[in-house]
Each structure stands twice: as C-alpha cells, then as structure tokens.
C-alpha cells in the first residue's frame, strides 16, 4: 500500500520556468515532510522539509506549500536550471514507537531542466 | 563533518550467496536506517538501528538483516541472495533536531545479484 502519491513520474521544464511536484499522503500521523534530490549515482539528499503547522517554506529558489486539510504537499522550484535536472522525492514521517521515526517515500518525480 | 559513507559502492555476486554491506554515520548520529532502492518499488525501508538495538523493521523477509555496533556503524546481510534483490542500497544517518526528523543519506552500495 502506497501511503505517499507523488506525480507527476517525469516532467520536462524549460530553463527559467517553474517546475511543480505534488505529492498526496493519507496517513494523518504523518508530523515531518522533506524533499529530497537524487542525483544518478548518488544517495538522495535532503533539500528542504516542513511541518505541518506551517503552510510554506521558502529556501532559495525551492518552496515547499503544504495544505494539511487536503493532505497535499508540493515542490515549487523557481528560476529552474539544467543543474536541477535530477529525481526529486518526497517523503513523510511518522513516529513509530520506541523513539523513532520511518520515513515513507513517494515514487520518485525524474526532472529535465531543458536549455 | 565527513558524510555518510558506504563500502563497498559495487557488488556483483551469484544467486544462494549472502553479502554484507557496510556504513559508517555521520559522526554524532546514533540513528542509521537501511532502504532498498530499484526502479519498480522506488525507495523502500528496511530497519533502523538506534544504540545498537533495532527500533523498527520494514516488510522485507528474514534473509535481510542488520546490526550496530557500539561506534554507531552499521551493517547489513542479505543472505541467500536471489535475482530481486538486485538494488541500490542506502544507509541514511539520522538527526534528531527540534520538531524535524532528518535523515542523510550515503551513496549507497549498487548490488548486482546474477
């Protein structure tokens, strides 16, 4: 059972545009939701994260909006560049008892920044 | 401080063997958790081990397991390997900070099961 829905699997942008990943979770125990970019042959890293207590964060040219109602995140990235060209994931975190937490992943959104 | 790191980057080993793989957590970090990764089921979690204990467990079989040692590294042994478990796998070294749960990632180990 996939608890987080990420969409769209790929998404080509022109460079300067606004590139839009929208993710969908269902479990309301989720408190932590982060972004990561992945570049081929890399471990992911962690690009920017929110609460649920905050509607947006802002950090450079990323933004995460969350809307908690509709349990709706997404990744807004301004400005897009061809060094953006990765796979973004989102991800949502629970605790999960003993002091710990497990991160749930989306599938994965490939980008193409495009000269 | 030096990143999370991996050993070894690639494996290729045949069907019915077992392989161990290694991490190393950033210094300071107590928390490291195991995923699998490949194209079809994307990112997957394993376990996380916490103070040499394993907290928390993913729905994988018995053949995947793992331990901590006192230095908080980490390692991992699939045993009896089959075809699928051909992957990417990814140690993530956690930090508790206030109100976040952050977690960075290795480069993880590409495993090649022919």
């Known amino acids: 059972q996939q608890q987080v829905k990420q969409s769209p699997q790929s998404l080509i942008v022109q460079k300067g545009g606004i590139s839009i990943i929208n993710c969908a979770y269902e479990n309301t125990a989720f408190d932590y939701f982060p972004w990561y970019q992945q570049f081929p042959g890399k471990g992911p890293a962690l690009l920017i994260a929110i609460r649920p207590d905050v509607s947006e964060k802002k950090e450079g040219r990323f933004t995460i909006s969350f809307n908690k109602s509709a349990k709706q ?11 953006d060209s990765a796979t973004y994931f989102c991800a949502a975190s629970r605790p999960s008892g003993a002091g710990s937490y497990q991160l749930t992943f989306g599938k994965g959104t490939k980008l193409s920044v495009i000269p | 401080k030096a990143g999370v790191t991996q050993t070894p980057r690639y494996l290729i080993k045949t069907r019915g063997q077992q392989v161990t793989l290694s991490c190393s957590p950033i210094s300071g970090h107590r928390s490291v958790s195991w995923y699998q990764q490949t194209p079809g089921q994307g990112l997957q979690f394993l376990f996380e081990y916490f103070s040499e204990t394993q907290r928390n467990k993913g729905n994988f079989p018995g053949r995947f397991s ?33 109100g976040s749960y952050e977690q960075y990632f290795g480069p993880g180990t590409r495993l090649t099961v022919t």
């Open chain 1, 73 to 83: 995140f997404s990744l807004h990235i301004m400005d897009s560049q061809p060094g």
């Open chain 2, 66 to 98: 793992g331990r901590q040692f006192s230095n908080s590294r980490s390692e991992m042994n699939v045993s009896t390997l089959e075809l699928g478990d051909s992957a990417l796998y990814l140690c993530a070294s956690s930090f508790f900070g206030t």
